[in-house]
C-alpha cells in the first residue's frame, strides 16, 4: 500500500512502522517535510535547500530560528514559562505595554491587550468585545467577502467566504457580508442590530486585495457616525510586514479594536487583541480568558520580536524588499500586475497561467511561494530577505513564466 508521506524526502525512522498518515488530513497532502531553518532558507530532510518566500504563511517575518527572537525564547524556557491569570509575571506585561506604545505611535491613542495563541483566538476575543459594546440585541458584526479572520467557529462566521461555511451549518448568528471596497453597501448593511464593522487592511488569504486608503477613511467615519465599533484584522498586516507597524497606518485611520498574530511571534503561536480603553472598558472579569493568556514563554518572543523589528528597522525593510521585487518582476512576461504593500505581495499572472501549476514548478526549483488564488502569486519572505535572495527568487520566477 503506498504511504501518503511516501517520497525520498521522508525517510522511514520519521515514519517508524505506521503505515498511514498520523494528521487528519484537513490540509491536502504534505509536500515536503522540514527539518531545519535560518533566515529565508531552510533545508529539508533529503538535505535539499530551499528559498522561503511564504515565511510559514507571513509568520517568520524576522527569519526561521532569527539568533534574537529563538535565544529569547530559550532563555525564557529556563527561567518562567507560565503562571497563571491569578498572576502576572514582567515578560507580558513588557509586551503588552511595548503593542499599545506601538498603537499610540500609530495614532490609535491608548488601549489594552488581551493575549491569546493564534489568529482566530484575536478575532474570538474581538467579536465578544463587539457583542459586550453593543449590548444584547445588537450584536451583528459586518465584515467583507473574501475575507479571512480563522476556522474557529466564529471566527468562520465572520469569514466572509459563504463556501466554506456550508458543510458546517447552522453557522452561529449574528454575521453579515458587504463587498469589499463598496462604502454604499456597506452603509445599506447597518441596521440598530449592528455593532461592529470588522475589514482587513489588505485582504491576505482573499487574494492580497488592498483596500483603498479613501475606503477605509470613509468606513471609519462611517462607524463614528452610527456609533459601531471600527474593526481592523491586522494578524497577516501587522509588526511590518506591510513597509508599517500596521497596515492600518498607509491609511490613516485609528481603528477601535485591533488584533495581531502570525508576524508578533516569528513562529512563537501567539496572537493579541488591543482595544482602545473606553472599549476595552466593556469587559469585566469573567467576560473572556485563556489559561495560556500572556504566557511568559509566549510574549517573550513577543517582546524580542519588537525590539529586533525596531533594531534592524524592519519596515523599512519590508519597504525596500518589495520595491526591489516590483522592480525586477513588473512588466516581465507572464506577469500582469503586482498589488499589496511591503512583503506582501500578490503577482497576478497574465493569461490563462494557473497559479498552482506554477508555485509547485517554483517547488520543484527550490522557491516557496504559494498560490493563494487560481491567478495570484503570493509573496511574503521575512523581512530580512537579503537582495541577493530576491534576485535568485525573482530570477526562478521570471524563468517559470518565460
Ligand atoms: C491567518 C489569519 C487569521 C487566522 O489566524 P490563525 O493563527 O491561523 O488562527 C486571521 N486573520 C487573518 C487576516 C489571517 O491572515
Excluded at 462604502?183 to 492580497?208: C, H, R, Y
Excluded at 477613511?217 to 509588526?239: I, K, N, S
Excluded at 512588466?331 to 500582469?336: A, L
Aim: contains cysteine; charged residues 20%; negative net charge.
Amino acid at each position: 500500500m503506498s504511504h501518503p508521506f511516501a517520497s525520498d524526502d521522508i525517510p522511514q525512522e520519521v515514519l517508524g512502522g505506521q503505515d498511514f498518515c498520523p494528521y487528519i488530513p484537513v490540509f491536502g497532502a504534505p509536500k515536503i517535510m522540514f527539518v531545519r531553518g535560518s533566515g529565508t532558507e531552510l533545508w529539508a530532510s533529503d538535505g535539499r535547500r530551499y528559498l522561503d518566500f511564504l515565511s510559514g504563511i507571513a509568520v517568520v517575518s524576522l527569519g526561521h530560528c532569527n539568533p534574537a527572537v529563538s535565544g529569547a525564547i530559550a532563555a525564557q524556557a529556563a527561567e518562567l514559562m507560565h503562571v497563571s491569570n491569578f498572576f502576572s509575571n514582567p515578560v507580558a506585561t513588557r509586551a503588552a505595554m511595548a503593542i499599545n506604545s506601538l498603537m499610540r505611535d500609530a495614532g490609535a491613542g491608548d488601549g489594552q491587550v488581551f493575549f491569546c495563541n493564534s489568529g482566530a483566538e484575536a478575532t474570538e476575543a474581538a467579536i465578544k468585545i463587539a457583542r459586550k459594546f453593543g449590548g444584547r440585541g445588537r450584536h451583528a458584526i459586518v465584515s467583507a467577502f473574501g475575507s479571512f479572520h480563522g476556522r474557529t467557529l466564529g471566527a468562520l462566521a465572520l469569514t466572509g467566504q459563504p463556501a466554506k461555511h456550508e458543510v458546517f451549518q447552522p453557522m452561529p448568528d449574528g454575521f453579515r457580508y458587504v463587498t469589499f471596497g463598496d462604502l454604499d453597501g456597506l452603509a445599506g448593511a447597518i441596521d440598530p442590530t449592528v455593532s461592529a464593522v470588522m475589514l482587513e487592511p489588505i485582504q491576505g488569504e482573499g487574494g492580497v486585495v488592498p483596500a483603498d486608503p479613501g475606503y477605509l477613511q470613509a468606513v471609519q467615519e462611517l462607524c463614528r457616525e452610527r456609533g459601531l465599533l471600527f474593526m481592523m484584522d491586522e494578524v497577516q498586516t501587522g509588526f511590518c510586514r506591510t513597509g508599517r507597524w500596521f497596515g492600518f497606518e498607509h491609511a490613516g485611520v485609528s481603528p477601535d479594536v485591533v488584533t495581531f498574530a502570525k508576524g508578533m511571534g516569528n513562529g512563537m503561536p501567539v496572537g493579541a487583541v488591543w482595544a482602545r480603553r473606553d472599549i476595552a472598558a466593556v469587559m469585566k472579569p469573567g467576560d473572556h480568558g485563556s489559561t495560556y493568556s500572556g504566557t511568559a514563554i509566549a510574549t517573550a518572543a513577543v517582546n524580542a520580536v519588537i525590539e529586533e523589528m525596531k533594531r534592524i528597522d524592519a519596515c523599512a525593510l519590508a519597504t525596500a524588499a518589495g520595491t526591489r521585487i516590483r522592480g525586477l518582476l513588473l512588466g516581465e512576461p507572464g506577469i500582469d500586475h503586482i498589488r499589496g504593500e511591503g512583503l506582501l505581495l500578490g503577482v497576478a499572472l497574465a493569461g490563462e497561467r494557473d497559479a498552482n501549476t506554477v508555485a509547485a514548478e517554483l517547488l520543484s526549483l527550490g522557491l516557496i511561494v504559494n498560490a493563494v488564488n487560481a491567478s495570484t502569486l503570493r509573496l511574503a519572505p521575512p523581512l530580512t530577505v537579503s537582495d541577493a535572495e530576491i534576485d535568485e527568487a525573482c530570477s526562478l520566477i521570471r524563468t517559470v513564466l518565460a
